[in-house]
């Protein structure tokens, strides 16, 4: 069982350029999130979904947009990556909606823009 | 509003006990979970804590007060992979985990 997958492991990127990120998961969970992790921040939540269809916004979603097409992908998309994007990226997905409940975390995607 | 705070990096020395607090401020609240996180990986789920007391784990323990908005966690016996970050959150009234920028954990033979 392989949890959750994130690819690429890592990626540098010029400003302005459009970037993909991968996840995936096998556990049937129902929740999936993305978070950014910066030095000296906790994880900040960008986007999230619920369930498979649906989609919220985070505390930093500005930039960003993802999708639920089915229940073990959900991509994250930067339209025209900055600088500031320049982030460690988790996904992370809970079996649990409406309380609380163990998040895994994917290994994470190291992205540098400039 | 909502924040949460812990000690951004702690020592220890292999062997004894370490202490890390949690404290948090929100209206909303439904639990508090801590994880690990070693370096250049993901973060791995430790504990979580929702009523008032003491959750021991093995090595590990999680206290938490509801009333004071104070939870820690407790590790003994430190032995040398216990080097990492350690991370609180708590879970707002929407289920959100909100959280702590993180402890880093350095332990010294």
């Known amino acids: 069982i392989a949890g959750i997958t994130q690819a690429p492991t890592s990626q540098i990127l010029a400003a302005g350029r459009r970037m993909t990120l991968r996840c995936t998961q096998d556990?049937?969970?129902?929740?999936m999130y993305w978070y950014r992790q910066d030095l000296g921040l906790g994880l900040r939540l960008i986007h999230y979904s619920n369930t498979a269809g649906t989609t919220g916004k985070g505390e930093v979603p500005d930039g960003y947009s993802v999708s639920r097409a089915n229940t073990d992908d959900f991509p994250l998309t930067l339209a025209s990556a900055v600088p500031s994007q320049t982030s460690v990226y988790f996904c992370?997905?809970?079996?649990?909606?409406?309380?609380?409940?163990?998040?895994?975390f994917g290994p994470g995607t190291r992205l540098t823009v400039l | 509003g909502q924040n949460i705070d812990q000690p951004t990096e702690m020592t220890a020395t292999e062997g004894a006990i370490v202490q890390i607090n949690c404290t948090y401020q929100?209206?909303?609240?439904?639990?508090l979970f801590w994880y690990q996180q070693h370096a250049g990986e993901a973060p791995t789920f430790l504990s979580y804590n929702v009523l008032d007391g003491l959750e021991e784990k093995g090595r590990f323990s999680s206290f938490l007060s509801r009333s004071k908005g104070y939870s820690y966690l407790l590790l003994k016996e430190l032995q040398m992979k216990d080097s990492a970050s350690y991370l609180c959150?708590?879970?707002?009234?929407?289920?959100?985990?909100?959280w702590g920028a993180g402890t880093k954990l350095i332990i010294k033979p």
């Open positions: 992370a997905s809970s079996d649990g909606v409406g309380k609380p409940d163990t998040q895994y």
């Open positions: 556990m049937r969970h129902n929740a």
């Open positions: 929100t209206s909303g609240f439904n639990g």
């Open positions: 959150a708590f879970t707002d009234s929407n289920y959100q985990l909100i």
